[in-house]
């Protein structure tokens, strides 16, 4: 059974860093797209930044040269390193992840394209 597990939110002020992980388990396939996305309230959820298990990797204009994210040597758990943070920031972070297939162009941004979500974690900035 696939599982993916968000950690690392927490409450910083502007200009403060986080550090997200989600680790996944379960999965045997070793081509997959893993995504993070937020959601803010009263908004729509948003993809933030996509990786592909051949390296590709997209980050949303928004958070672009502020966030950074990266997969540890077992190739189980991405990290979103999240510098400069902005109020606009504020959101409820998912981890999602698609196996057996990588981030095709045209739908790595769309919720549907992923199979498996975790269940997020807050990060609120102050200002």
């Known amino acids: 059974q696939v599982q993916l597990v968000e950690s690392g939110g927490g409450s910083v002020q502007a200009g403060g860093s986080l550090r997200l992980s989600c680790a996944a388990s379960?999965?045997?396939?070793?081509?997959?797209?893993m995504s993070w996305f937020r959601q803010a309230p009263g908004k729509k959820r948003e993809g933030v930044v996509t990786?592909?298990?051949?390296?590709?990797?997209l980050y949303a204009n928004s958070v672009k040269g502020r966030f950074t994210i990266s997969q540890d040597n077992a190739k189980n758990t991405l990290h979103l390193q999240m510098n400069n943070l902005e109020p606009e920031d504020t959101a409820m972070y998912y981890c999602?992840?698609?196996?057996?297939?990588?981030?095709?162009?045209?739908?790595?941004?769309?919720?549907?394209?992923?199979?498996?979500w975790g269940q997020g974690t807050q990060v609120t900035v102050s200002s």
């Open positions: 379960g999965y045997t396939s070793s081509t997959y797209c």
């Open positions: 990786f592909d298990s051949d390296g590709t990797i």
């Open positions: 999602a992840a698609r196996f057996g297939a990588f981030c095709a162009y045209g739908v790595r941004w769309l919720e549907s394209y992923y199979t498996y």
